[in-house]
């Protein structure tokens, strides 16, 4: 029972222009939402979090927006780079220490 | 720097033998744990740990023991490997207190098993 979902396994952008990656949850209890980028033979590193009692947050070129009533997560990447192109996983926290995974999504920024 | 290590990046080993796993964090986190990535799955969570000799089940601990005498360091042991364990292994830490803000967790590079 996947709790977290992403449902687009690969997505292909020209550089400068908007990256969105989407990201379904189906857990209510879940409090907090987070996206990991992870580049080929390293682990994955910390992107951007939202808690549940917010609906948006930036940091810098990436923000992420949450739709609670759709149990929707979304992260948008403006403008996109190159650099940029990883594998972006969504994940979502339950109560004490737990975090479940989505199963990622490949983004490729074509210069 | 957080500092997260996996002592084995690619290992081979034979159905049956008995695979040690070693992490190791610099940062003085209390919260370690093991996840392994597969395609089309994601990461899931094998079992973690709170603290030295504690440790409980993630979403996916059969055929897996975990072993925490020290602190720093959190050993995933598989008893006998199976083909199907083969995948990406990867260790991560946590403080309690930054884990409770941001659910943030810092990662090692991964270990990637096959077992034949």
């Known amino acids: 029972d996947q709790q977290v979902k992403q449902n687009s396994p690969s997505l292909s952008v020209q550089e400068g222009r908007i990256s969105i990656l989407n990201c379904d949850y189906t857990n209510s209890m879940f409090d907090y939402f987070l996206w990991y980028k992870k580049y080929p033979a390293e682990g994955p590193t910390f992107l951007i979090s939202i808690s549940s009692i917010k609906d948006k947050n930036e940091d810098g070129r990436f923000t992420v927006f949450l739709n609670k009533s759709a149990k929707h997560l979304s992260l948008h990447i403006v403008p996109s780079q190159p650099g940029d192109s990883a594998v972006y996983f969504c994940?979502?926290?339950?109560?004490?220490?737990?975090?479940?995974f989505g199963a990622g999504t490949i983004l490729r920024v074509k210069s | 720097d957080v500092k997260v290590t996996q002592s084995s990046r690619y290992l081979v080993k034979r159905t049956g033998e008995k695979v040690f796993l070693e992490c190791v964090q610099d940062m003085d986190h209390e919260n370690m744990f093991w996840y392994r990535q597969d395609p089309g799955l994601g990461l899931r969570l094998i079992y973690f740990s709170y603290d030295v000799k504690m440790k409980e089940k993630g979403d996916i601990p059969e055929g897996y023991s975990v072993s925490r005498e020290k602190k720093e360091r959190f050993s995933l042991i598989l008893e006998s490997a199976s083909t199907n364990q083969t995948s990406m292994y990867l260790c991560a830490s946590s403080l309690p207190g930054q884990f409770a803000n941001t659910g943030e967790l810092f990662f090692g590079e991964g270990s990637r098993l096959t077992v034949l």
């Open positions: 994940a979502a926290r339950k109560y004490g220490n737990k975090l479940v």
